[in-house]
């Protein structure tokens, strides 16, 4: 189906350890982003991308990086995870600005840092 | 910074009752508003936006009203039904792509 997927669904890391989060979208969208989702709170941007080979840092990118080094993918690595970044992780995709309807959120990735 | 916020943080209502969800939202440059609906597991779903320039726009069983005035945003959901059980967000956009979340309502349907 089409969409946007992320892998893994689910992971528990020690602090200290790294891992990389991959997101994919088969849409030809040009917009992709990377949300932390935290109990009582809403999604908070953590980086996006306007295009293959670009990267921007959002509300809170401290403790990620991110790379887009193809259109359909873009990966958030954790370089040394803490236990502040237990959290869940949203990847989306939108092809244009101002329309709400384009952007499609992954089935999220949920991240225990212990 | 400016942040969209909602009300209340859970709503319980009656199955086959009205639901009205709200949002208020601070800033004024934001160009176009967003609901989405999260059920539990699963990543956020499109219901309905509206651009700054409407004040109403109508979709299947959902309205959404916009209050430029007082910065304020509601969500109307017609004759709710046990699947409308979910966490709503509202968030607001302008032209850099990006969407700033409010922190959610978590609306429970009663049979």
């Known amino acids: 189906n089409a969409g946007v997927t992320q892998t893994p669904k689910f992971r528990v890391l020690k602090t200290g350890q790294s891992m990389t989060l991959l997101c994919a979208q088969d849409?030809?969208?040009?917009?992709m982003y990377w949300y932390r989702q935290d109990p009582g709170m809403g999604l908070r941007l953590i980086h996006y991308?306007?295009?293959?080979?670009?990267?921007a840092k959002g509300e809170v990118p401290d403790g990620y990086n991110v790379s887009r080094l193809k259109k359909q993918n873009f990966l958030l690595g954790l370089e040394s995870a803490a236990p502040s970044q237990t959290s869940v992780y949203f990847c989306?995709?939108?092809?244009?600005?101002?329309?709400?309807?384009?952007?499609?959120f992954g089935s999220g990735t949920r991240l225990t840092v212990v | 910074g400016e942040s969209v916020g909602l009300h209340l943080p859970t709503l319980s209502v009656q199955e086959g009752d009205n639901s009205i969800i709200n949002c208020a939202y601070s800033?004024?440059?934001?160009?176009?508003f967003i609901w989405y609906k999260q059920e539990s597991g699963k990543g956020p779903q499109f219901i309905i936006d509206?651009?700054?320039?409407?004040d109403k726009r109508q979709g299947q069983r959902v309205t959404v009203l916009l209050n430029k005035t007082v910065k304020h945003l509601s969500l109307q959901i017609a004759a709710t039904q046990p699947g409308d059980s979910a966490v709503y967000f509202c968030?607001?956009?302008?032209?850099?792509?990006?969407?700033?979340f409010g922190a959610g309502t978590t609306v429970t349907v009663r049979a």
């Open positions: 800033n004024s440059a934001s160009d176009y």
């Open positions: 991308s306007v295009g293959e080979g670009t990267t």
């Open positions: 968030a607001e956009g302008d032209n850099d792509y990006k969407l700033s």
């Open positions: 989306a995709s939108s092809y244009s600005i101002g329309t709400g309807d384009g952007y499609t």
């Open positions: 509206i651009r700054s320039n409407m």
């Open positions: 849409m030809n969208h040009e917009y």
